[in-house]
Nanobody, 127 residues
Framework: EVQLVESGGGLVQAGGSLRLSCAASGFRFDAKTIGWFRQAPGKEREWVSCISRSDGSTDLADSVKGRFTISSDNAKNTIYLQMNNLEAEDTAVYYC????????????????????WGKGTLVTVSS
């Protein structure tokens, strides 16, 4: 069974940085796309970023462009989300998710579920 485990969350001051990691394990992990989502208190979950495992193409939500970067280490089956210049509005639980069919280029419009989800890691940005 595929497992996604996030790490790297914590408390940081506004303007600071954090790097989240998502480690994937399990038999035949061949997801097409891996993405990051977040859910702030009292708000709906929103898509943040994604990366294609086939060609490494990426996409970022407009709210984090210029501040966040997604990358991967396929040899380690690990995805990273580098978050710089953090703002109080970035406070949320961040989830890693993977899907076997949805393309990264379509994920920003995707209304369906993802095949696999991690349990999340909390990021708190103090202002």
């Amino acid at each position: 069974e595929v497992q996604l485990v996030e790490s790297g969350g914590g408390l940081v001051q506004a303007g600071g940085s954090l790097r989240l990691s998502c480690a994937a394990s399990g038999f035949r992990f061949d997801a097409k796309t891996i993405g990051w989502f977040r859910q702030a208190p009292g708000k709906e979950r929103e898509w943040v970023s994604c990366i294609s495992r086939s060609d490494g193409s990426t996409d970022l939500a407009d709210s984090v462009k210029g501040r966040f970067t997604i990358s991967s280490d396929n040899a380690k089956n690990t995805i990273y989300l580098q978050m710089n210049n953090l703002e109080a509005e970035d406070t949320a639980v961040y989830y890693c998710a993977a899907d076997n069919f949805v393309r990264c280029s379509l994920l920003r419009h995707w209304q369906g579920d993802m095949d696999y989800w991690g349990k999340g890691t909390l990021v708190t940005v103090s202002s």
